[in-house]
């Protein structure tokens, strides 16, 4: 009985010391990692543990980018797990970015030439207000934009400066590209990401 007492106790110590370990993190930062303590019946074996677990048929593991949540600038809430499995350009811009605004008719064709690409503006470094400014001049509201004014995604997709592309495999691997991408630089990126 005092066995059973011990392995409880031990148990809850663990769960303890990994809740510390989460303390101060913001919510849109990455996901720590859980302890978790799984006891199992003499002569059984353990479950498998998260990372050895395979998504079911059909659904695609998420990669450790996709993981953030964000604000889109018509007020949605926009989960980055939701483009799981697909092709990705993020365009990652500034609105008094003159780059930006240049590429803009190109993200634009693109985006509608390509739509088997999920594509997603990230605004960031001026006022929402500029951003959307900004979307409706250049005419790409068709894209979902999303209002990253603290950096956030920017950070986490490892992005310092606009213009910048994210190019993402369903796999979650990545390429980034530097603009002014003009339509056939981005063509060419697109292809690739697309595996033609």
Same mark, same amino acid.
């Given at each position: 009985?005092?066995?059973?007492?011990?392995?409880?106790?031990?148990? !809850?110590?663990?769960?303890?010391?990994?809740? +510390?370990?989460?303390?101060?993190?913001?919510?849109?930062?990455?996901?720590?990692?859980?302890? #978790?303590?799984?006891?199992?019946?003499?002569?059984?074996?353990?479950?498998?543990?998260?990372?050895?677990?395979?998504?079911?048929?059909?659904?695609?593991a998420v990669p450790a980018a996709l993981r953030f949540s964000?604000?889109?600038?018509?007020?949605? #809430?926009?989960?980055?797990?939701?483009?799981?499995?697909?092709?990705?350009?993020?365009?990652?811009?500034?609105?008094?970015?003159?780059? +930006?605004?240049?590429?803009?008719?190109?993200?634009?064709?693109?985006?509608?030439?390509?739509?088997?690409?999920?594509?997603?503006?990230?605004?960031?470094?001026? &006022?929402?207000?500029? !951003?959307?400014?900004?979307?409706?001049? &250049?005419? &790409?509201?068709?894209?979902?934009?999303?209002?990253?004014?603290?950096?956030?995604?920017?950070?986490?997709?490892?992005?310092?400066?606009?213009?910048?592309?994210?190019? !993402?495999?369903?796999?979650?691997?990545?390429?980034?590209?530097?603009?002014?991408?003009?339509?056939?630089k981005l063509d060419e990126h697109l292809r690739t990401l697309?595996?033609?």
């Amino acid at each position: 009985m005092s066995s059973v007492r011990t392995t409880a106790a031990m148990a !809850m110590l663990v769960l303890l010391a990994a809740a +510390c370990g989460t303390a101060g993190q913001d919510e849109t930062g990455p996901s720590a990692a859980t302890a #978790t303590t799984v006891t199992s019946a003499p002569g059984s074996s353990p479950p498998a543990s998260p990372a050895e677990t395979t998504p079911a048929a059909g659904t695609a593991a998420v990669p450790a980018a996709l993981r953030f949540s964000a604000r889109t600038l018509d007020g949605q #809430t926009f989960q980055g797990e939701s483009l799981a499995g697909k092709p990705i350009a993020f365009w990652f811009w500034a609105p008094w970015c003159p780059k +930006c605004l240049s590429e803009a008719p190109a993200v634009k064709t693109a985006a509608a030439q390509y739509d088997d690409v999920a594509f997603v503006g990230v605004a960031s470094l001026d &006022t929402e207000a500029a !951003m959307k400014e900004f979307v409706q001049r &250049t005419g &790409t509201g068709d894209l979902v934009h999303l209002s990253d004014a603290k950096g956030a995604v920017w950070t986490k997709l490892g992005v310092s400066e606009q213009s910048t592309f994210v190019f !993402m495999e369903p796999d979650g691997s990545t390429q980034k590209a530097s603009g002014p991408l003009g339509r056939d630089k981005l063509d060419e990126h697109l292809r690739t990401l697309l595996g033609r």
